[in-house]
T-cell receptor, first 116, second 114 residues
Framework: AQKVTQAQTEISVVEKEDVTLDCVYE???????LFWYKQPPSGELVFLIR??????QNEISGRYSWNFQKSTSSFNFTITASQVVDSAVYFC?????????????FGSGTKLNVKP | DTAVSQTPKYLVTQMGNDKSIKCEQN?????MYWYKQDSKKFLKIMFS???????INETVPNRFSPKSPDKAHLNLHINSLELGDSAVYFC?????????????FGQGTRLTVV
């Protein structure tokens, strides 16, 4: 069975602080994909990144960085120098070969509050 | 241009009514989805279509019936609405059903059943 756990329900930081959002996944498949999405207060879901199971390289995009570690089944997301506009609910998601990749399993989300 | 658009954005209706939510994508994607987000923000897949063919039907009451007239459209019809159907419904599409491409989501339809 596939499962994504985001243990942090809510995090509050002050602007310019760095913050890491944790994501732990479970799957028996060797081929799978991991994703992060952002849901701002306006409600839409915005795609941030996709990572496949064969690529453990970390990725940096501006203030965002992602750390993928198969050994710990984690795909953590770090925001450097957070800004108020980063306030949102962030979701980690998984799709895998076992389901023919036709499903995205989402974690329960982490609500990030960035205060000025 | 909106990539995945769904209408209406808000829907308030009484128990027992029948309602539809429409979804269209202009990305040329083969796969479309319906997801339900409950009051705790949990997102769960309801249906997945690939080239108009139903691929996934999660344990959704048969009061929910998706229809895909072509691969750019996936509508959701709900019969005999119940209070528990209140949620945000998201339509999404992806280039293939192979999971190796991200899904793009519509802005959501907030359904309130009173």
């Amino acid at each position: 069975a596939q499962k994504v756990t985001q243990a942090q329900t809510e995090i509050s930081v002050v602007e310019k602080e760095d913050v890491t959002l944790d994501c732990v996944y479970e799957t028996r498949d060797t081929t799978y994909y991991l994703f992060w999405y952002k849901q701002p207060p306006s409600g839409e879901l915005v795609f941030l990144i996709r990572r496949n199971s064969f690529d453990e390289q970390n990725e940096i995009s501006g203030r965002y960085s992602w750390n993928f570690q198969k050994s710990t089944s984690s795909f953590n997301f770090t925001i450097t120098a957070s800004q108020v506009v980063d306030s949102a609910v962030y979701f980690c998601a998984l799709s895998s070969r076992g389901d023919n990749f036709n499903k995205f399993y989402f974690g329960s989300g982490t609500k990030l509050n960035v205060k000025p | 241009d909106t990539a995945v658009s769904q209408t209406p954005k808000y829907l308030v209706t009484q128990m027992g009514n029948d309602k539809s939510i429409k979804c269209e994508q202009n990305l040329g994607h083969d796969t479309m989805y319906w997801y339900k987000q409950d009051s705790k923000k949990f997102l769960k897949i309801m249906f997945s279509y690939n080239n108009k063919e139903l691929i996934i039907n999660e344990t959704v009451p048969n009061r929910f019936s998706p229809k895909s007239p072509d691969k750019a459209h996936l509508n959701l019809h709900i019969n005999s609405l119940e209070l528990g159907d209140s949620a945000v419904y998201f339509c999404a599409s992806s280039r293939s059903g192979q999971g190796n491409t991200e899904a793009f989501f519509g802005q959501g339809t907030r359904l309130t059943v009173v």
